[in-house]
């Protein structure tokens, strides 16, 4: 499975950005995926998961609310929209796949290579 991801940039603080991530090779149906982010000095943390049927959704704290997980099995793609982010959230934001039943940094099979997302103040 390769993973590509888009649709980082610079966003005003308030904004809002949605990720894209999409799969080519296998389809995507039977993983589940998740959204993980790196800022600069900081370990690789979880954002946001969605089960392989899209059926449940889970998210870090920090982003309840403001983040929304989806996927699309048909266009082989998950998607990460993100309305009011604030400057903590800059990083750079990877998508990742697991054949396994938990979405978690050390849990993933496949990873994308990373998108920057910037939120100025």
């Known amino acids: 499975v390769q993973l590509q991801p888009s649709g980082g940039g610079l966003v005003q603080a308030g904004g809002s950005l949605r990720l894209s991530c999409a799969a080519s090779?296998?389809?995507?149906?039977?993983?589940?995926m998740g959204w993980f982010r790196q800022a600069p000095g900081k370990e690789r943390e979880f954002v946001a998961g969605?089960?392989?049927?899209?059926?449940?959704?889970y998210y870090q704290d920090s982003v309840k609310g403001r983040f929304t997980i989806s996927r699309d099995n048909a266009k082989n793609t998950v998607y990460l929209q993100m309305n009011s982010l604030k400057p903590e959230d800059t990083a750079v934001y990877y998508c990742?796949?697991?054949?396994?039943?938990?979405?978690?940094?050390?849990?993933?099979?496949?990873w994308g290579k990373g998108t920057q997302v910037t939120v100025s103040s």
């Open positions: 990742a796949a697991t054949s396994g039943s938990i979405i978690r940094v050390d849990g993933m099979d496949y």
């Open positions: 090779g296998p389809t995507l149906r039977r993983y589940g």
């Open positions: 969605i089960s392989w049927t899209g059926g449940s959704a």
